[in-house]
């Protein structure tokens, strides 16, 4: 007698592969979204790391605030020069901001990022 043995079929079947290629596409979808507010964060704190690095501890708020503005206006930043906390300490000027930056995922669906940047200046 001959003993026949069925194995378990094994793969994904299309409903499985219809949810599973949806929630990758969702995923990479909401990634995508994200990137812009990433760089920009990265681009703001390149800002104030070169408008740190331009002043010693002596310079002026408004100075400050200016050089700032004029770098924050080519990168089209989020952040205006009000909005930034200028300390000195240790000899050296202290650039920090916090905001805040919404992604519309989908319908009233958003991701909020709360972003704080800081830098030192070197001089």
């Known amino acids: 007698m001959d003993t026949v043995i069925y194995r378990q079929q094994r793969g994904l079947s299309l409903i499985g ?15 995508f979204r994200c990137v812009p507010a990433w760089t920009e964060y990265f681009s703001l704190k390149k800002v104030l790391q070169q408008t740190a690095n331009e002043f010693g501890v002596d310079a002026q708020a408004p100075a400050i605030r200016a050089a700032y503005e004029r770098r924050s206006v080519i990168d089209d930043l989020p952040v ?13 000027i202290t650039l920090a901001v916090q905001y805040e930056r919404r992604v519309p995922v989908a319908g009233n669906m958003s991701l909020v990022f709360d972003f704080d940047a800081t830098a030192m200046g070197n001089r």
């Open 17 to 31: 592969f219809i949810f599973l290629a949806a929630v990758v596409a969702f995923v990479m979808f909401t990634a």
């Open 80 to 92: 205006n020069a009000k909005q930034i906390e200028i300390r000195k300490e240790n000899g050296r």
